[in-house]
């Protein structure tokens, strides 16, 4: 079974502060994700990788940084995080060339 | 206007009820997706569909193609059935859009 974690369930941050979310996955997929969800808004993508140090911005990936150094983990990063960053983050991976996403299981953020 | 379009936006039903969740959209794809997220966060896929049926336990989804609709409906629904259902399409490389979802409420 593909496993996918995040590191952290829930996480409270202060306006201002440097936040990063990691995530890993151990099935080599190439691919991987970062949306965010909203109520009433879906998951909108931050940000893909689609291979070691390679990514591709999102819908909204304003206020948001990735890193990709091993293929295993993909990290996210808010550099200042602001209130409007309270948001649930998840996490997912792909095979390249494959649809089929398989998702952490979120990190609720909530930014003072 | 939304590229892929849920509805009901919120359902709540009787144990043992029919449920039907629509999904309609607007854009070519090359599959559709059906997937569920439990109270908690934690998303699975349930279908992957780019033609016609397919089916899994009590849950059954639907794709009509040239009308740009899907549907996923589940039969002798159970509380344990409640979680919010989110419909995606594929066809932008190995990226998704994702609907807004249907939160699904059974009650015994």
């Known amino acids: 079974d593909v496993k996918v974690t995040q590191s952290s369930r829930y996480l409270v941050k202060r306006t201002g502060e440097k936040v990063f979310l990691e995530c890993v996955q151990d099935?080599?997929?190439?691919?991987m994700f970062w949306y965010r969800q909203d109520p009433g808004l879906g998951l909108r993508l931050i940000y893909f990788?689609?291979?070691?140090?390679?990514?591709e911005k999102g819908d909204i990936p304003e206020g948001y940084s990735v890193s990709r150094e091993k293929k295993e983990r993909f990290s996210l990063i808010l550099e200042s995080a602001s209130t409007n960053q309270t948001s649930m983050y998840l996490c997912?991976?792909?095979?390249?060339?494959?649809?089929?996403?398989?998702f952490g299981p979120g990190t609720r953020l909530l930014v003072l | 206007k939304n590229e892929v379009e849920q509805s009901p936006q919120n359902l709540t039903a009787q144990e043992g009820e029919f449920i039907t969740i629509n999904c309609s959209y607007s854009?070519?794809?090359?599959?559709l997706h059906w997937l569920q997220q439990h109270p908690g966060g934690g998303i699975v896929s349930l279908f992957m569909?780019?033609?016609g049926k397919k089916k899994h336990g009590r849950l059954i989804a639907t794709i009509n193609i040239q009308e740009k609709h899907s549907s996923l409906h589940i039969t002798a629904s159970h509380p344990r059935d409640s979680a919010v259902y989110i419909c995606?399409?594929?066809?932008?490389?190995?990226?998704?859009?994702f609907g807004t979802g249907t939160r699904l409420q059974v009650f015994p």
């Open positions: 997912a991976s792909s095979l390249a060339g494959q649809e089929t996403q398989y």
């Open positions: 099935m080599d997929h190439e691919n």
């Open positions: 990788s689609y291979d070691v140090k390679m990514k």
């Open positions: 854009v070519g794809i090359s599959a």
């Open positions: 569909l780019s033609s």
């Open positions: 995606a399409v594929g066809g932008y490389g190995d990226k998704l859009i």
